[in-house]
Structure formats: C-alpha cells, structure tokens
C-alpha cells in the first residue's frame, strides 16, 4: 500500500521542523507567485526559502544559529558548510545544495532591483530559473532525507513532481491578458482580468474584450460583467476594481485549481 506521507513528513525526518515548514512556506508563495506572472514576489519567495534551507542544513550538520535572524548570512553559512569533513557529511549536504543556493540567492538578491532601465527587465528570467533551482534544491533535500528507506516510491514520486518545470497560467501580450486554465467560466474570467491588474482600474470593455478571448461570446461577456455587482467598485468614468469580496473570490478561484 502507497504510503500516504506528506512533504513535510519525509524532509523532517532529517531537518529541523521548524526550518522546513519555513522553506515549504516560502517555496509555495515562491510557486504560487510564478504560476501568478508576479515575478519579483517569486523572486523574494526564493531567497526566503534559501535562508531556510540553509538554517535546516546548519542544523542537520551539528550547527547552530545566531539568536537573531538578522544575524544569519547566507555566505557565511555555505562557507562553513563546505568546510566539514567529507566522512562526516555527503557532498549534496556539504557542497550541492549550498552551492545552488548561493547561485539563487544571488539572482534574487542582486539582480531585478538593481537592473537598467534602458536593459530587459531581467526578472521573469530570474524568476524561471531560481524557480527550477529551488524545486530541484527540495528534490535532493527528499532524496537525501529518505537514502536507505525501505519504501522510497512515495518520495520519489514526490521528487519527480518538484523537478518538473512549472509554467505560469498567467500570461500578457502587449496588453492582452490569458488565464491558461480549461474550461475557464466567464464570470471568472471577468474577476480574474480585474484580479491581475489589481489595484489599477479596468473599463467594461477591456473586461468584456478579456472573457471573449477567453472563448466566450460577446453576449456572455456583457453578462459577465453585468453580474459582478458587489464584488467591484464602479466610478464616474464607468471603470471598475475588485472590492474586498472580489478579491476574495479571485484568491478561492486560485486556491480551486491548485495554482
């Protein structure tokens, strides 16, 4: 019988609790963030996570912490990591895993705030990449964890899952918005159009104009948006924002599909 293990349950069986319900946290924001198109949050989410991942690797290894958190460097602790004895710590503890982590960390630090204006905004390419090196980082965290457990199907399905690519389902060209979700209703069509530009103000038409994109009729989009009713503010220029309520139905909407 599969073993019903969560993530969590198979990383702490190496590291410290605390330390990886903090890198889960930050690493689904850091997701949820990515299959959003909100690239510098994902970006944030993933330097988060690393400082977590680190703090669980110094643990693991007989380390300890600094009282304050504001204390921990990211640099100091992959140097003293590197510096263990081979015999005691196998590489991916000692060597990979830090590694990968400074290399992201420095993408998220150093990059996006600090781009030219007149460069490509770098950030949805740091956000693919620090992406993909922190699920690989929390696949050999599992792969480490669970080496020599009498049943590792459910960790290596686990492992696979983290190391496939992850796509947004969010995406803009020149202006035009795509949900890449199937079946997508015009009603959440119209709320999540208003939810991504948010709090910036939407006309009817660009609203109506989005659903329609999205595979419905020009009839159905009027409806849409006729029915938003209490879950938007309307203003004199006939522009409407998401209230409260709306964006709580967006955030449901978003928790529904799993993204």
Known sequence: MPSERTLDQF???SFAGVHVDRALKHFNGM????QQGAWEQAIAKAAKFVEAVLKSLVLRTGGTLPTSSREFKVDRAIN???QLAQVSFPDSVRLTIPRACRFAYDVA???GARHDPDEIDPNEMDANVVTAISSWILAEMIRYSQKGALDSSAASELVRGLTERKYPFVEEIEGRV????DGISAPDAAILTL???HPARRTKEQIIASVIRHGHNRKNAQMAVARLGRLVDVDEHETLRLLQPGLRRADELVKSLGI
């Open 195 to 197: 939810w991504h530009r």
């Open 178 to 181: 795509y949900f890449h979700i």
């Open 80 to 82: 003293e990591l590197g």
């Open 109 to 111: 630090c150093n990059r």
């Open 31 to 34: 997701i949820a963030a990515f």
């Open 11 to 13: 990383l702490k069986d």
